[in-house]
């Protein structure tokens, strides 16, 4: 399984951003995808999860302003990133669980500025 991500880049404090992870290869029914991001000299957080194609789940720091989204169909996860902040700043990346192994995408740097 491959995943590739898109839709970072550099936005102002308060617009918006689209990532979305397209998945390839041998693609499985999943269990889980999500977003995580990672700051230099920090873990990797979770960002927003969708569990089982139903429950979603988000960072207190992003709720209300993220949206996750999957288009089955074309095999892609969505995050739109609304009201972005400086803290914002961090490189995401996603992930898919299938058949109990993890997948991870590239990453892709989304930057706001003040």
């Known amino acids: 399984v491959q995943l590739q991500a898109s839709g970072g880049g550099l936005v102002q404090a308060g617009g918006s951003l689209r990532l979305s992870c397209t998945a390839s290869g041998s693609i499985e029914g999943f269990n889980v995808m999500g977003w995580y991001r990672q700051v230099p000299g920090k873990q990797r957080e979770l960002v927003a999860n969708i569990v089982n194609n139903v429950y979603r789940n988000y960072a207190d720091s992003v709720k209300g302003r993220f949206t996750i989204a999957v288009d089955n169909t074309k095999s892609t996860l969505y995050l739109q990133m609304n009201s972005l902040k400086p803290e914002d700043t961090a490189v995401y990346y996603c992930?898919?669980?299938?058949?109990?192994?993890?997948?991870w995408g590239q990453g892709t740097q989304v930057t706001v500025s003040s």
């Open positions: 992930k898919r669980r299938q058949m109990g192994q993890d997948y």
